[in-house]
C-alpha cells in the first residue's frame, strides 16, 4: 500500500495455521488457492488434513481462476462495527472449478443494487496487515467480460 492509498477498512482476521496459511496468504501472488487431495483430486474447503472423499492425508494447495458465481447475498445496511463503510453485500459465491467449494466474502467494485445471484464475479484481494504477517482477504468483484 502506498502513502496515496487509503488503508483497507478494520476487519476481524483469522488465524494463520499450518493448514490455512495457503489460502490466506496466496494472494500475495495473486492466486486463490485450496487444499486438494493430491490422490483423487477433491478440493478442501474449508482446509483440512485428510480428503474427506478417499481419506487420504496427500494434500496440497492449488490455485484455482478466482473465478466464481454469486450463489446468494445480502446488502447490510447496519454498521456493526467498524468495518467496511455501508452498505456492503455479503454474498456465498461458488467457486468456477468446483461449485460445492463455497466461500463467504464481499462483493465489490460495484453498486449493492447491481449485485444479482447468478453473477460471474472474479476474486480480488485486500492486503491486511497482521503483525509480522500480512492476511490476503478474498473478496470479489464483477468479472470483465470475456474477449
Known sequence: MTDS?????????????DLNRDFWTGGEHGELRFLRCQDCGTRIHPPVSVCHKDHSKNVKADAVSGRATVATYTVNHQMWMPGPEVPYVVAIVEIEEDPTIRLTTNIVGCAP????????????FE???DGDDAIWLPLFQPAAEKA
Open 5 to 17: 492509498e487509503t488503508p483497507p477498512p478494520f476487519r476481524i482476521l483469522p488465524r494463520l495455521t
Open 113 to 124: 443494487e447491481d449485485v444479482y445471484i447468478g453473477m460471474p464475479v472474479e476474486v480480488v
Open 127 to 129: 492486503k491486511q496487515p
